[in-house]
């Protein structure tokens, strides 16, 4: 009499290596955490069209005294729902355009996040904006959040959890991540387009 249990019919799973059956495991595990959390496209680079909440873009202004942004970088739509002078979607690519005056940037926060921090130190650092302000998670243990604090960034923590919008404008859910406000101050703006300034 044999002490081992009965295999279970169906196609065996053949990995060449230990790899292969760890990547393979780790494939799993995200698609069911996936399948479970609704949240986790926040999570992902899949989607990195969330969009900021209309109280935050106001409180800004207000703060600032305007009315409009001179530049939004990264606005999902020519028509976008910041309200900016100019705005630069996918398809001008904000991070090869020039930026200018006072801009607002809540950047994809997908896998080129740091590509647009970079961005956005060299604009300041070169004096071809007066300021950018950014909308992005607290991720103190990148090196991009470094690079901002180091570059001059003034940062402001929102309090709780920030209800991005969705692409059809109905509210999500709370991000599962906190989030601050960044502003980045030129020392020394040399490349200001006189019509973008009030």
């Not at 081992?4 to 799973?13: A, I, L, M, N, S």
């Not at 607290?138 to 470094?146: C, E, G, L, N, Y």
């Not at 509210?171 to 019509?195: K, Y």
Request: with cysteine; hydrophobic share 40%; aromatic share 8%.
């Amino acid at each position: 009499m044999s002490s081992k249990p009965p295999k279970k019919p169906g196609r065996p799973r053949i990995h060449a290596t230990d790899q292969d059956r760890w990547r393979a495991a780790q494939h799993a595990r995200r698609k069911r955490l996936r399948s479970r959390n609704p949240q986790a496209a926040l999570f992902s680079s899949k989607s990195a069209e969330w969009y900021t909440p209309p109280q935050i873009i106001q409180e800004v202004l207000t703060a600032l005294g305007r009315d409009q942004f001179d530049l939004d970088p990264a606005s999902p739509r020519r028509d976008g729902p910041i309200p900016a002078k100019v705005r630069f979607t996918q398809a001008e690519d904000g991070l090869i355009q020039p930026w200018f005056g006072v801009v607002w940037l809540n950047p994809p926060y997908g896998r080129n996040l740091s590509q647009w921090i970079q961005k956005t130190i060299h604009e300041v650092q070169a004096g071809h904006v007066l300021q950018v302000i950014l909308l992005v998670p607290v991720r103190s243990d990148t090196q991009w959040w470094w690079a901002l604090r180091e570059a001059g960034g003034q940062i402001e923590h929102l309090r709780g959890r920030v209800r991005f919008l969705r692409a059809d404008g109905t509210v999500g859910t709370a991000s599962p991540f906190p989030s601050a406000l960044i502003r980045l101050v030129s020392a020394f703006p040399t490349n200001i387009a006189p019509d973008c300034i009030d």
